[in-house]
Nanobody, 125 residues
Framework: VQLQASGGGLVQAGDSLRLSCTAS????????IGWFRQAPGKEREFVAV????????YYADSVKGRFTITRDNAQHTVNLQMNNLKPEDTAVYYC???????????????????WGQGTLVTVSS
């Protein structure tokens, strides 16, 4: 599967953005899709994840209540709606996919096999 992330940009604190991850390939619905981010000088960190059929989602504590992840298997798309953005949300955001992850591993970036190219989100104060 090939992934393409889009939707980043420069916004002010309190604004919203919606990131999209579009995938190619006929088996998209079989993949767990995660969003990760990496700020300058920091390690890549988990943001949110949605399991294969969209019934299970999980968020990092830092974004819970502000970000919402959804998927549309017919459109091969996973969206990350980001509300009430903060300067500390500034990072390059990546989407990633994997078919084999068990539930206890879905936040571990090193276990995802496929990655998009990243999209930059900059939040000014």
């Amino acid at each position: 599967v090939q992934l393409q992330a889009s939707g980043g940009g420069l916004v002010q604190a309190g604004d919203s953005l919606r990131l999209s991850c579009t995938a190619s390939g006929p088996t998209f619905s079989e993949y767990t899709i995660g969003w990760f981010r990496q700020a300058p000088g920091k390690e890549r960190e988990f943001v949110a994840v949605v399991r294969r059929r969209g019934g299970y989602t999980y968020y990092a504590d830092s974004v819970k209540g502000r970000f919402t992840i959804t998927r549309d298997n017919a459109q091969h798309t996973v969206n990350l709606q980001m509300n009430n953005l903060k300067p500390e949300d500034t990072a390059v955001y990546y989407c990633a996919a994997d078919r084999q992850l068990i539930l206890s591993s879905i936040t571990r970036s090193e276990l995802y096999d496929y990655w998009g190219q990243g999209t930059l989100v900059t939040v000014s104060s």
